[in-house]
């Protein structure tokens, strides 16, 4: 048999919270795995486009306020 890590604690103390954050770290070039997470989280219905990832990155510019 294999080595085994368990999670134990009370509800409520993180245990879900941590599982989810290594599996973000284990996918984090994969920007569907944190939309995913906020999907099961998230108290409000996520709705995210997700295009803007397949557009090449565009240069940003910075000017002072002329006003």
Avoid: C, F, Y
């Avoid at 890590?5 to 509800?11: D, I, R």
């Amino acid at each position: 048999m294999g080595r085994i890590n368990l999670l134990v604690g009370a509800n409520n103390s993180g245990k879900t919270s941590v599982l989810e954050a290594v599996s973000l770290l284990l996918h984090q070039s994969d920007p569907r795995a944190m939309l995913s997470a906020l999907r099961r989280r998230a108290r409000w219905d996520v709705h995210t486009n997700m295009e803007w990832l397949a557009e090449p990155p565009r240069p940003a510019r910075i000017a002072p306020d002329s006003g």
